[in-house]
C-alpha cells in the first residue's frame, strides 16, 4: 500500500493520519501497539526500521478506552477506511475485536486490518476479526526456510501454522470481508514463485498483492515509522534489494498459470 502522509496529530496517539493510500483513499491509523515496535516477526525489509520486542504472546498493549477516546477526536468525514497496523502486528493486541466494532458501530466505517498471519491459528483471535471489512494476511515464504530468512520469526512460529491459519481465516462463520495475501518479493525469494503459487492456490484468497521493498528502511524505529518514510525523510536510510520489473512479470505469469486468483502487482 502506498501511503503519504496528509496530517498527523502529534504522537504518541493511538491514532494516526489519514494517511493517502491508492487503494484505500484517506486512510485513517489505529495503532495498538505504539508504546513500542511489537511484533512477532523481524522481517528484513520492516518499515518501522527495527522491532524491539520480538514476541508470540497477546495482550492488551494500550486500553480500548484510550484508542475509542483518539477516535472520538478525529474528523470521521475526512476519512475513507480505518487501518490497523501501526507499530506491528496488530492481532497480538488482545482488544482489536472491540476497537474494530467500535470503529463499525459508532463511526461507520470500512476497516482494513493488515496482519502477518501469525496468529489467525487461534480461534479466538479469527473471532475478533470478524467484522473487518478486508484483512490483508501477509505470505512471502514457501519454506521454512525462508521464513527464518525474511521473517524472522520469534521461536516457535512455523510456516504451516500459517497457512492453517489462513485457511481458517477464511472460512470463519461470520467473517464477509474480503481477504488477500501480500506477498513480498526480495531477489533471494524468486525462485520459490511455483511454490508460493502452489500454496496461493491452496488458500484461495480473493486477491494477492504482489510487492517489491521499493521504500527505503530506517535504520532505528520511531514512532512516526508506522505512517511510513520516504526518501529523504530521515538520516541513513538503507536501500533494499528489489526485484525487477522484468521479474515481478515472471513471478506474475507463474501465479496466473499456476492459480485463478485476481494479481495487483507493485508494478
Ligand atoms: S510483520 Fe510487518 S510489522 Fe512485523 S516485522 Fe514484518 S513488516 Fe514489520
Known amino acids: 500500500m502506498s501511503l503519504e502522509p496528509v496530517c498527523s496529530p502529534a504522537p504518541p496517539s493511538p491514532v494516526y493520519g489519514p494517511v493517502r493510500s491508492w487503494r484505500y483513499g484517506r486512510s485513517l491509523g489505529v495503532d495498538l501497539l505504539f508504546q513500542d515496535s511489537i511484533c512477532s516477526f523481524d522481517c528484513v525489509y520492516c518499515q518501522l526500521g527495527r522491532i524491539n520486542r520480538v514476541v508470540d504472546r497477546q495482550e492488551v498493549f494500550v486500553p480500548t478506552a484510550r484508542v475509542l ?17 501501526g507499530n506491528g502486528e496488530p492481532t497480538l493486541a488482545l482488544n482489536i475485536g472491540e476497537v474494530l466494532e467500535a470503529v463499525r458501530e459508532r463511526h461507520g466505517k470500512p476497516t482494513l486490518v493488515l496482519t502477518n498471519s501469525t496468529w489467525l491459528f487461534d480461534a479466538a483471535t479469527r473471532a475478533r476479526l470478524r467484522s473487518a471489512a478486508v484483512i490483508d494476511c501477509k505470505l512471502d515464504a514457501a519454506t521454512d526456510a525462508t521464513l527464518r530468512r525474511v521473517n524472522r520469526p520469534a521461536p516457535g512460529i512455523t510456516l504451516e501454522r500459517i497457512i492453517t491459519g489462513i485457511q481458517a481465516m477464511r472460512r470463519e462463520p461470520g467473517f464477509a470481508g474480503k481477504l488477500a495475501l501480500q506477498c513480498m518479493f526480495l531477489p533471494a525469494t524468486v525462485g520459490e514463485a511455483r511454490a508460493l503459487a502452489d500454496l496461493i492456490a491452496r488458500i484461495g484468497p480473493d486477491e494477492v498483492q504482489l510487492n517489491t521493498p521499493r521504500r527505503p528502511k530506517p535504520r532505528a524505529w520511531e514512532v512516526a515509522n508506522r505512517a511510513g518514510v520516504r526518501d529523504g525523510e530521515q538520516e541513513g536510510l538503507v536501500r533494499l534489494a528489489t526485484i525487477t520489473r522484468e521479474q515481478a512479470a515472471e513471478i506474475e505469469g507463474v501465479l496466473r498459470e499456476r492459480t485463478d486468483v485476481p494479481i495487483l502487482s507493485v508494478y
Open 69 to 85: 477516546d483518539a477516535l472520538g477526536r478525529v474528523a470521521m468525514d475526512e476519512v475513507d477506511w480505518v487501518t490497523f497496523s
